[in-house]
């Protein structure tokens, strides 16, 4: 009688599941994660270009750093998936050479991605959560 109370495996898959259940659940939002920050890389990186085209191309007078940095802005702030944390791009703008033909325009963009479920010390493992993009133009 003894031997069958401990043969029976009822609960068993209950007691394993319990046991693999946060493992599964970790790669899958680890899965997420990743795939929304390669997002948010492409974003950023598609904007600081988006950015350079604008300001490269021929305008008199050239454009400003300032209305670059709003079309890298505007780009940012339809397509990036922040999940209303309010995270908005930084933009840097220079042209070393000034602003004629042959000289160089280079747009930067750095946005500091928050993590959704993954915890903080996770990203600085993976190496920080700063997402950057450098975009170098010559003016036309």
Known sequence: MIRNIFRR???????????????LLLILFGIVEFGLI???????????????????????????????EAVVDAYCGDHLVTFGSGGTPTTY?????????GQDLTVEVTFQ?????????IAEFLGGSDLRAHTTMKYE
Not at 46 to 65: D, K
Not at 93 to 101: D, K
Request: hydrophobic content about 45%; glycine content about 8%.
């Open 93 to 101: 703008v220079s042209h070393p050479g000034g602003q004629t033909f």
């Open 38 to 68: 390669l997002f948010n890389q492409h974003v950023i990186t598609n904007a600081s270009r988006e950015g350079a085209r604008f300001g490269i191309v021929v305008e008199t007078p050239r454009r400003t750093a300032a209305e670059i």
């Open 9 to 23: 495996q009822e609960g068993q898959a209950l007691v394993e599941f319990a046991l693999v259940a946060p493992v």
């Open 113 to 121: 991605y928050d993590f959704l479920v993954l915890p903080a010390f």
